[in-house]
């Protein structure tokens, strides 16, 4: 499992590597380091058998462990991966860089851009972090983040506060809005698939309707404006919408049932893999020409 390369004004984030494995334990050979973990790292075999933790982890893609550079120098370590001691195994968050680097806002910075990483490219609902109670630094860096106090509970042997964060709206769609000929035969079928996929009916005028789903909605109108009386989806403009389902066989379910409202499969022939082997969709098209993809988000990594 590759791990992508990260960038800051600073920084470096690159996989952690074997060829890491002295400069992260000297990172850790100062106690300072070691002083709310369970464990004292500044003993070098305790430090690189903490490496080989690091190094052996296999798990979702696009988490794991990398080190962090400054000028070509290894100057601390980060990780995201599920957690072993938050239920669920969520996605949780670490950051360590060395004392003689400490308050120049690099940790900040590093853990900043893989916050970034998992929630604008993995699209993780939520990162937790475990901040050991008595780690004043850290949780000063855990606020500027934006992460929330929820609790705390003895985690990694002692007592930590559980933090988390969410995705902010910045940067992401606040609606797709959909121009149609026939306003009655779009509420059958668009109507339809977004009630089944949990959108509700957010607004309502005479010449259109919308549904929402959470920050996000969508509008059908049949405009006065109007310069066509069907969509044409191989043109320039809209080819397709393409929306999660949470399981395969929810999937499945929708694909047998769209065609009674007024959806009909496209590459039939090919389903569910018509997007490749290893994505788990269904392609449907309504009477007016409007294509929607019904992604299964359960195994299935996003399309390219």
């Known amino acids: 499992m590759t791990l992508p390369t990260l960038t800051t004004s600073r920084l470096t984030l690159r996989q952690l590597v074997e060829a890491d494995r002295e400069a992260v334990v000297k990172v850790f050979s100062d106690p300072e380091m070691s002083r709310f973990f369970a464990a004292d790292f500044s ?8 490496v080989d933790r690091r190094l052996t982890y296999r798990g979702p893609a696009g988490q794991g462990h990398w080190a962090i550079e400054r000028d070509g120098e290894v100057i601390g370590v980060a990780h995201l ?30 853990a900043q851009a893989v916050l970034d990483h998992g929630l604008g490219v993995l699209g993780l609902p939520a990162i937790w972090a475990l901040v050991h109670e008595h ?36 940067g992401r769609p606040h609606h797709v809005e959909l121009w149609v000929p026939d306003l009655a035969e779009a509420e059958r079928s668009w109507g339809w698939l977004l ?9 309502r ?14 509008v059908v109108e049949a405009s006065p404006a109007l310069s066509a009386t069907n969509h044409e989806r191989t043109r320039p403009g809209l080819n397709h919408l393409a929306l999660h389902v949470a ?9 047998t049932r769209a ?10 022939d090919r389903y569910p893999h018509a997007g490749g082997p290893a994505h788990y969709a269904a392609y449907l098209e309504n009477e007016s020409g409007f294509e929607v993809e019904l992604v299964a988000s359960e195994g299935s990594p996003p399309e390219e």
Do not use: C
Not at 43 to 50: E, F, T
Not at 205 to 218: C, D, E, F, I, Q
């Open 43 to 50: 003993d070098p075999a305790s430090a690189s058998a903490m």
């Open 259 to 268: 065609p009674d409202h007024g959806w009909r499969p496209l590459f039939a």
């Open 205 to 218: 005028w005479p010449a259109g309707v919308s549904w929402r789903l959470g920050g996000t909605y969508l």
């Open 81 to 110: 991966r599920p957690s072993s001691e938050l239920p669920g195994g969520v996605p949780e968050l670490g950051y360590y860089v060395a004392s003689a680097h400490a308050g120049q806002g690099l940790a900040t910075e590093a």
């Open 195 to 203: 009630g089944e996929l949990g959108w509700r009916e957010f607004q």
């Open 247 to 255: 399981t395969r066989t929810e999937v499945d379910a929708l694909t």
């Open 135 to 170: 780690n004043a630094a850290s949780r000063k860096v855990a606020a500027r983040l934006g992460f929330l106090d929820v609790g705390s509970g003895i985690h990694y042997g002692d007592l930590h506060r559980v933090l988390v964060t969410l995705p902010t709206a910045h």
